[in-house]
Every structure is written in structure tokens, then in C-alpha cells.
């Protein structure tokens, strides 16, 4: 089941669908002529527990940025159980080139085991452009959102 949508600048679509239990080839889709296809590509959304912080483990969110970049909410949690330790990340991905360009893990400090991450919000307008400002909430735990800055 899809929980996620957000549209580029250009009109183009992506869209997201979390390892809830339903069998999922990808958990992050571009929207081509009608049609999900695995995005940036298959290989990133192949679930693969020996190298979750460089796959998608269960993208929650997509947004697309004031500056045109998709960033991914990853949840490292599988069907909502405990996340997989280094799961747990945001990924940005160039939309000019399709290519990552900034994966931030949170460690277990930050996201507990029990932990789901949500939603992702960015502000722009505070701090240098170059460091932009995002918020991460998480739907279970009691941690408090994550206030960061990401470079680039």
C-alpha cells in the first residue's frame, strides 16, 4: 500500500510503499506512463538485511525539496517490527542525474528499536544554503523529531 506521493518541479511523480506485510518489489517508485517503476533504481530496492545502509529497507516518505531533490525516509523497520540496526536513514537523490548524493543513518540513539519513522520536512530559509534544516518525526517511540542539518 502506498503512503507516500510527492511531485518534482516538472511535474514528474514518485511515489512510496513501506514492507507493511504485502509483497513489495520496490519501495520507492517514479510514476512512468501510469506505472510504478523501481526509483533511482532496482538494485537500491532490492531488501537486502546484510546491506541496509546502502538499500532501502522500508522507504515511509518521499519528499521532493525547495531545490528539486527527492529525499527518502527509510524506516528500517520490516512489516513494523524492531528496526534493523544502520537501517533507519534519509536518502537524497539528485533529480537532474538520478543519483544519491547524501545518505544520513541515524544511530540507535537517535532511533530506538522500536522506534517508525514518519514524516521529513525541510526548511531552507534558516541557517547557510548550503546546510538545509530538516525535521524527522517518528509515529512510535518517544523520542522527540530530529533536528539536523544536511550538508549539501
Known sequence: MPTGVTVAQNGRIFINFPRWGDPVPFTVAEIIDGKPVAYPDAEINKLDK????ETFVSVQSVVVDPRNRLWALDTGSIELEPVIPK?????GIDLATNKIFKTITFPPDVVHLTSYLNDIRFDLRKGRVSFPLFFVFQ???LKPPVLAHAES
Do not use: I, Q, S, W
Open 50 to 53: 546484510a546491506r541496509v545502509a
Open 87 to 91: 537501517g533507519p536513514k534519509l536518502v
Open 139 to 141: 509515529a512510535r517511540g
